[in-house]
């Protein structure tokens, strides 16, 4: 009982450290770009697959396969495959002199445009960046990510009828607060996804 409430609040450090995604994303088109296009009208239903590239503002997300489907609201759908799916996307500025990102892959992700959530199933992995260095981590089965609350809930694996354990890794704290903030990160791995893949006119 005290490792799983360890767990829960490794997991929910993490979710605080990851502040949600640059807002003004969510007013920018959705754009996607493939090698194959197969669509259905009526269904509302397309398959996007070879090099699927998603884009809206800042958020990206590269995988093998994508299926759009679009409700009668409007609303889109993306599940992307790939081996694995990588997903970025920059958030809201907070620290002047620190560019910070998230950073996500799994082998499955889904984007439910109406609530704003991406999950990431199986060998799920997110993560925040700060100039580039990966500060903190956390990973599991499936995670579930909210882009708007940065809110995110990890699962591990089940395993012959037993949930295995989910990981985080959190940057220790800085030890002065003025020259963090006026300074580049030292420390982390690099980020995952770090350059753009965005096609230019």
């Given at each position: 009982m005290?490792?799983?409430?360890?767990?829960?609040?490794?997991?929910?450090?993490?979710?605080?450290?990851?502040?949600?995604?640059?807002?003004a994303?969510?007013?920018?088109?959705?754009?996607?770009?493939?090698?194959?296009?197969?669509?259905?009208?009526?269904?509302?239903?397309?398959?996007?697959?070879?090099?699927v590239?998603?884009h809206?503002?800042?958020?990206?997300?590269?995988?093998?396969?994508l299926?759009?489907?679009?409700?009668?609201?409007?609303?889109?759908?993306?599940?992307?495959?790939?081996?694995?799916?990588?997903?970025?996307?920059?958030?809201?500025?907070?620290?002047?002199?620190?560019?910070?990102?998230?950073?996500?892959?799994?082998?499955?992700?889904?984007?439910?445009?109406?609530?704003d959530?991406?999950?990431?199933?199986d060998?799920?992995?997110?993560?925040?960046?700060?100039?580039?260095?990966?500060?903190?981590?956390?990973?599991?089965?499936k995670?579930?990510?909210?882009?708007?609350?940065?809110?995110?809930?990890?699962?591990?694996?089940?395993?012959?009828?037993?949930?295995?354990?989910?990981?985080?890794?959190?940057?220790?704290?800085?030890?002065?607060?003025?020259?963090?903030?006026?300074?580049?990160?030292?420390?982390?791995?690099?980020a995952?996804?770090?350059?753009?893949t965005?096609?230019?006119?």
């Amino acid at each position: 009982m005290q490792i799983r409430h360890l767990l829960i609040g490794l997991a929910a450090a993490c979710a605080a450290a990851l502040a949600q995604a640059e807002s003004a994303d969510r007013n920018k088109p959705i754009e996607i770009v493939a090698n194959h296009f197969d669509g259905d009208e009526i269904k509302q239903v397309a398959i996007y697959t070879g090099n699927v590239e998603v884009h809206q503002g800042t958020m990206e997300i590269l995988g093998n396969k994508l299926q759009l489907v679009i409700s009668p609201e409007g609303y889109r759908t993306l599940t992307v495959w790939g081996n694995p799916v990588r997903m970025k996307e920059r958030r809201d500025p907070k620290t002047k002199g620190i560019d910070e990102w998230v950073h996500a892959s799994s082998l499955v992700a889904v984007y439910e445009e109406q609530k704003d959530i991406v999950t990431l199933i199986d060998v799920a992995k997110l993560a925040r960046s700060e100039n580039g260095l990966v500060k903190d981590s956390t990973e599991g089965d499936k995670i579930i990510y909210n882009l708007r609350t940065a809110r995110s809930y990890v699962e591990g694996k089940v395993v012959e009828g037993k949930r295995s354990r989910v990981s985080t890794v959190l940057a220790p704290r800085p030890k002065n607060k003025q020259s963090s903030e006026a300074q580049a990160p030292k420390s982390g791995a690099r980020a995952p996804l770090s350059g753009s893949t965005r096609l230019e006119p």
